[in-house]
T-cell receptor, first 115, second 112 residues
Framework: EPEVTQTPSHQVTQMGQEVILRCVPI?????FYWYRQILGQKVEFLVS????????KSEIFDDQFSVERPDGSNFTLKIRSTKLEDSAMYFC?????????????FGEGSRLTVL | QKEVEQNSGPLSVPEGAIASLNCTYS??????FFWYRQYSGKSPELIMS????GDKEDGRFTAQLNKASQYVSLLIRDSQPSDSATYLC????????????FGKGTTLSVSS
């Protein structure tokens, strides 16, 4: 069964360092997303991406965050200068359709720990 | 600020009972509604989607939507211990549906 894969599964970094989280969406999916979940809290929307551009972003997705689809398979989230409060599980998701049919399929997540 | 509200629980039911999970949303423009299940330490997985008013059944699960009341619910019949998880209600962020926003989730515990 096709799945969304994410790497790394866990990353520990020092405050102020740059982090890149990688995702390989399901191959025929056209819409890509990043969400995060701080421990014990809700799944929060960060950004959605379609046709090589951001289609929606939340207030959380400020200038320290960026996304990129560097090739035909990978979708990355870069955090430029990590802060303690960036510690969370980051989920990548993809969907075949957007809008009404936006059923999201999630990867297993990348746990980011900022020290 | 668009919101999706759920009772955090925990909701405890005995095995074989019906579990009823509720969700309200703030944006009348939302068009699509989803229920996800999240086991502890795992990613959300889609259970059901519902797009029009009324009921939609899939096996032991029934989703109900009332757009006038901005209310979505999920019924789980014949609850099993394996249903013990957090259930997340998700709603499209706008009419274009460019993303989903999630409620905090209701934790369900099914005792055997």
């Amino acid at each position: 069964e096709p799945e969304v894969t994410q790497t790394p599964s866990h990353q520990v970094t020092q405050m102020g360092q740059e982090v890149i989280l990688r995702c390989v969406p399901i191959s025929n999916h056209l819409y890509f997303y990043w969400y995060r979940q701080i421990l014990g809290q809700k799944v929060e929307f960060l950004v959605s991406f379609y046709n090589n551009e951001i289609s929606e972003k939340s207030e959380i997705f400020d200038d320290q965050f960026s996304v990129e689809r560097p090739d035909g398979s990978n979708f990355t989230l870069k955090i430029r200068s990590t802060k303690l409060e960036d510690s969370a599980m980051y989920f990548c998701a993809s969907s075949e359709g957007g809008g009404w049919t936006g059923e999201l399929f999630f990867g297993e997540g990348s746990r980011l720990t900022v020290l | 600020q668009k919101e999706v509200e759920q009772n955090s629980g925990p909701l405890s039911v005995p095995e074989g009972a019906i579990a009823s999970l509720n969700c309200t949303y703030s944006d009348r423009g939302s068009q699509s509604f989803f229920w996800y299940r999240q086991y502890s330490g795992k990613s959300p997985e889609l259970i059901m989607s519902i797009y029009s008013n009324g009921d939609k059944e899939d096996g032991r699960f029934t989703a109900q939507l009332n757009k006038a009341s901005q209310y979505v619910s999920l019924l789980i019949r014949d609850s099993q211990p394996s249903d013990s998880a957090t259930y997340l209600c998700a709603v499209t962020i706008n009419q274009a549906g460019t993303a989903l926003i999630f409620g905090k989730g209701t934790t369900l515990s099914v005792s055997s």
